[in-house]
């Protein structure tokens, strides 16, 4: 079967560094993305990553490898407003999305 | 530009009534998506259309039914409502998938929070 995982929380300081990580086996690959939902509102597309390394965009990067079935968001300089769930998406060889369950980021003052 | 509206934004159904979630979307865009999303998992596809005119299942159809008579709109239907249909719905749509160019990206709208009594 296809498998997204993530952690489930996840606590960080305001100012400081967090990676969130995402392993997934899928059917087939054709890219992975990240999205963030702030508590009850719609999600919101962060990045996408389909060739292995690191894509920067301001404080957020998302990092690929394939051969391991891996990636992780990282969020640097943190801020209240960052508080949020981060949903981690793999796009399979049928171009269907399958989602992690995804990680909910409380940042504390 | 308003992107994807969805209505009723919350609704509350007794087992065995019908109702109809409505999605617009305001982008031009081909691809329109109906999902789930229940406390402690990821989002799940119910049926999803690819054109006007065009509809398709997706991991969890049944008990739903949709219709895109229209490009710009996508309707979601559940014609006896159970308890297990309670969920956060949300539509979504995207200009499709062939590559990327902003093209596999979804655009969500706020979501519809039904419960089944």
């Known amino acids: 079967g296809q498998n997204i995982d993530q952690p489930t929380e996840m606590t960080a300081t305001e100012g400081a560094i967090v990676q969130i990580n995402c392993t997934y086996q899928?059917?087939?690959?054709?890219?992975l993305f990240w999205y963030q939902q702030h508590a009850g509102e719609a999600p919101t597309f962060l990045s996408y990553?389909?060739l292995d390394g690191l894509e920067e965009k301001g404080r957020f990067s998302s990092f690929l490898s394939r051969s391991k079935g891996y990636s992780y968001l990282l969020l640097k300089e943190l801020q209240m407003k960052d508080s949020a769930s981060y949903l981690c998406?793999?796009?399979?060889?049928?171009?269907?999305?399958?989602w992690g369950a995804g990680t909910k980021l409380i940042i504390k003052p | 530009n308003a992107g994807v509206t969805q209505t009723p934004k919350f609704r509350v159904l007794k087992t065995g009534q019908s109702m109809t979630l409505l999605c617009a979307q305001d982008?031009?865009?081909?691809?329109m998506y109906w999902y789930r999303q229940d406390p402690g998992m990821g989002l799940r596809l119910i049926h999803y259309?690819?054109?006007?005119?065009?509809?398709a299942k997706g991991e969890v159809p049944d008990g739903y039914n949709v219709s895109r008579l229209k490009k710009q709109n996508f309707l979601l239907g559940l014609e006896s409502a159970a308890p297990s249909q309670t969920s956060v719905y949300f539509c979504?749509?995207?200009?499709?998938?062939?590559?990327?160019?902003?093209?596999?990206?979804?655009?969500f709208g706020a979501g519809s929070r039904l419960t089944v009594l």
């Open positions: 979504a749509s995207s200009t499709g998938t062939s590559g990327f160019s902003g093209a596999n990206v979804l655009t």
């Open positions: 982008m031009n865009h081909e691809y």
């Open positions: 259309s690819v054109g006007e005119g065009t509809t």
């Open positions: 899928t059917s087939g690959f054709n890219g």
């Open positions: 990553n389909v």
């Open positions: 998406a793999v796009m399979d060889s049928n171009y269907q999305l399958i």
